[in-house]
Every structure is written in C-alpha cells, then in structure tokens.
C-alpha cells in the first residue's frame, strides 16, 4: 500500500462520505435490483445521485479509493457496485500511524 496514494484518497470529504456510508449501507442505499448492498456493494449510480455528482466525478473518486485498496469494485451487467476493503482499512490506519 502506498502511503501517497492513501493519503490522496482520504484527503476529499466526499471521499471520506463515500467510505463513511460504505461501513453501513443498508442505513444508507435503497434495496437494489441487482446485487446485494452488503455482500456485492453500492451501485455506483446511487452513490453519484447521493452525493449529487454526475457519473463521471464518482467515477473520479472511485478510482482513487481503488488505487488506494479501501474499496473493492465488482462489476454486474452493466453497473459498477463497490464495497469496502476491510482488511486493507485496517492496514491503512495501522500505516497512516507508522508514517506519522
């Protein structure tokens, strides 16, 4: 994990929403058509229309907690559903300690 690309992915609030409603998303996303909130993730349609962006700008954004190993895409039909990367957040916060 690269500590820059860490540090570039949490420094955007709407970055920071993003993984914040990730952690729950049935408190967060309606019931979808395809996929499981939990199990496959947040269609990335709904995370755009949350955080009112078009696709492209969440396509942005995803992209970069990607790189970052926070979030983990799967890809169903023609949508994009991400969910959190539990394992690598918790080797992300124990490196942000190490590197600070």
Not at 22 to 49: S, T, Y
Not at 58 to 73: D, N
């Amino acid at each position: 994990m690269n500590a820059a690309d860490l540090f570039r992915a949490l420094a955007n609030e709407r970055r920071l929403q993003i993984l914040d409603w990730l952690k729950d998303p049935r408190a967060h996303f309606p019931p979808q058509v395809d996929g499981d909130l939990v199990e496959d993730g947040v269609c990335g349609v709904f995370i755009a229309e949350k955080l009112g962006i078009s696709q492209p700008t969440l396509s942005e954004h995803m992209k970069i907690l990607v790189q970052a190993g926070l979030v983990t895409p799967k890809r169903i039909r023609q949508w994009t559903f991400y969910r959190r990367n539990e394992e690598r957040i918790r080797a992300a916060k124990a490196a942000m300690l190490a590197e600070l």
